[in-house]
């Protein structure tokens, strides 16, 4: 939780149209992300960028060309989108509250070097990657743009659709609060694929798990051999997830699977992710949205994403067929 010694600034800027609300990361945005790496053993060390008039520009377009639909959910929730270096990941999404501890709205922030370097297509197979040791016999490559789309501005898209997720997330109920502990209740995302031990830990249920899976660590030092690929993979391709990222915890859950959903469902875009070896492709992953195992998630995103209406900003404010 991020807190806001001028909440008013915050609350004005929310006011912009929801694609001019881009910045620098704040002094107390860098003091929590600080906070947090350290916390986390991560050597990142966070640093504001000034958005350019090309950066605006990019993002501008990225938020622009999104549906309708997703940007009426996201505006009434989100307050900015900060730029920086050395985040310790792509993303961040968290919550911004005044000093009473009331909540103003989401920031997502975005690591503008870990872009920098790609396009679409670059971006999403080096973040597939991350799990895994570079020196192994397998490697993932993911197309999720066409020629002609393969731009850093169609990874900022993705990237974006990814921590709206989390937006949405913060602002309804069917995923508990992550800033609060887990209350005994039913939710309505949480429940499709996961559980909560005593100790207020998420487990996937039995049938969601698969090998490998805890083990898959994206930003952290533990990285698994290249050949440990293709095991993952395959469990992941018995599970109801979307992706190996998505496999890590409820809240990535249900960012991969909005991020997905609107990418290839609403959008029409490319979703391929194929297994090489020696840089050939040896095997393509299932189309988690074209599978039965997806049906659950499907329709919870048709009902999600189709009754824009019956949404307000209000947080725990969902569609009736949504809550649990």
């Not at 197979?125 to 016999?137: A, R």
């Not at 991969?256 to 875009?269: D, I, N, P, T």
């Not at 992710?273 to 329709?299: D, I, N, T, Y």
Request: hydrophobic share 45%.
């Amino acid at each position: 939780m991020i807190i806001a010694p001028d909440p008013q600034a915050w609350k004005a800027r929310q006011r912009l149209p929801l694609h001019e609300r881009i910045l620098a990361l704040p002094p107390e945005v860098c003091d929590l992300v600080r906070q947090v790496n350290l916390a986390s053993n991560l050597d990142a060390l966070p640093v504001p960028v000034a958005p350019t008039p090309a950066l605006r520009r990019e993002l501008g377009d990225a938020i622009a060309g999104m549906p309708a639909v997703v940007r009426g959910l996201v505006d009434p929730l989100l307050l900015g989108v900060c730029l920086g270096h050395g985040l310790g990941s792509s993303g961040i999404t968290d919550i911004v509250a005044d000093a009473e501890g009331r909540i103003l709205g989401c920031v997502v922030l975005l690591d503008i070097g870990m872009l920098g370097p790609h396009g679409a297509n670059s971006w999403a197979s080096w973040k597939e990657n991350l799990p895994f040791l570079p020196d192994g016999d397998f490697t993932l490559s993911a197309t999720i743009a066409t020629p002609a789309q393969d731009t850093r501005s169609g990874a900022m898209q993705y990237l974006l659709l990814h921590e709206f997720g989390h937006v949405l997330s913060a602002g309804y109920s069917f995923l508990p609060a992550w800033w609060a502990p887990v209350p005994d209740q039913a939710f309505a995302w949480l429940d499709l694929s996961w559980g909560v031990d005593a100790d207020g830990r998420f487990l996937p249920l039995s049938g969601s798990d698969f090998e490998l899976r805890g083990m898959v660590d994206f930003y952290g030092k533990h990285k698994l051999n290249g050949d440990a690929l293709v095991t993952a993979c395959a469990g992941l391709e018995q599970s109801d997830f979307s992706s190996l990222y998505g496999a890590t915890n409820p809240y990535d859950d249900f960012a991969e699977c909005f991020a997905s959903y609107v990418h290839g469902e609403l959008l029409g875009k490319p979703q391929v992710l194929e297994v090489l070896a020696g840089g050939q492709a040896v095997a393509q992953l299932e189309h988690f949205w074209r599978s039965p195992r997806s049906l659950a998630k499907r329709r919870f995103m048709e009902l999600l994403l189709d009754v824009e209406a019956e949404l307000t900003s209000e947080a725990g404010s969902v569609p009736e067929a949504l809550a649990a």
